[in-house]
């Protein structure tokens, strides 16, 4: 039996993207669920190795939705059990708030759509060796929680990545992106495109050839560290 990712996304149409397809490369079957439509989150996670939560349209802040509330009670389940957690922009604004730190928009209305360099902190470098450039699709920010550590800063919004605990980790951009969710983002939410701080779809395209390739062994090696490595992997250190 392949050992299971729990994987929480927002919408009908959502998929995980680049990061399914590391966390498949290694053996694991993704456990696909979505609070937003009805699915239910489990009261413990001795069946997953770790969680993936994405992001989506909704707020962190939309309490009352009953995916949201759900998703913010299941973090107590995560914190307790101390599973490795990965949360991506969504899914980091909303462990920050379940950890009592606040997600809130630009004050002067500002987004983050394209691609956008982020800035490791001391603490955040050894994170960050791979890439410093990544996709971001956001208009919400959070504050780092008490007792994170804050990994890396941004010029819009100034908190990019943060670590709680030993394998909690927030960030506020989208390594998962690929070039198929670029054209289906861009073309979905045209709108977000005319914002303050959006890039045009050209820059978009050129920032995946780009940088596609930094933020895939980015990707790999931050499932490393969290220690969704995965059977191939483990067998292989069980031979040495």
Not at 84 to 95: A, E, M, T, V
Not at 187 to 199: D, K, N, T
Request: one cysteine or more; charged letters at 25%.
């Amino acid at each position: 039996m392949k050992p299971k990712v729990l994987i929480v996304l927002h919408q009908k149409t959502s998929t995980p993207g680049h990061v399914g397809v590391l966390l498949e490369e290694r053996g694991y079957e993704l456990d696909k669920r979505c609070p937003c439509i009805g699915h239910e989150l489990p009261d413990h996670l001795d069946d997953h190795e770790g969680v993936v939560v994405f992001g989506g349209p909704m707020s962190a802040n939309d309490c009352h939705m009953d995916g949201i509330r759900a998703e913010l009670d299941f973090m107590e389940v995560v914190l307790r059990e101390k599973k490795p957690y990965f949360g991506i922009c969504l899914g980091g604004q909303i462990l920050a708030r379940a950890l009592g730190a606040k997600v809130y928009l630009h004050d002067e209305g500002h987004v983050e759509v394209g691609y956008t360099k982020i800035h490791p902190t001391e603490q955040g470098r050894p994170f960050f060796e791979q890439s410093d450039h990544f996709y971001q699709w956001h208009k919400e920010g959070f504050d780092i929680p008490d007792g994170a550590r804050l990994l890396a800063e941004g010029t819009r919004f100034p908190n990019q990545a943060y670590l709680y605990g030993e394998n909690a980790l927030g960030i506020q951009f989208h390594p998962e992106i690929t070039l198929e969710m670029i054209q289906r983002w861009t073309a979905g939410a045209a709108h977000r495109m005319e914002l303050p701080g959006a890039q045009p779809k050209e820059a978009h395209l050129k920032g995946f050839e780009l940088f596609f390739e930094d933020i895939d062994r980015w990707g790999r090696a931050t499932l490393d560290w969290l220690g969704m490595r995965g059977s191939k992997a483990a067998l292989a250190d069980a031979a040495d």
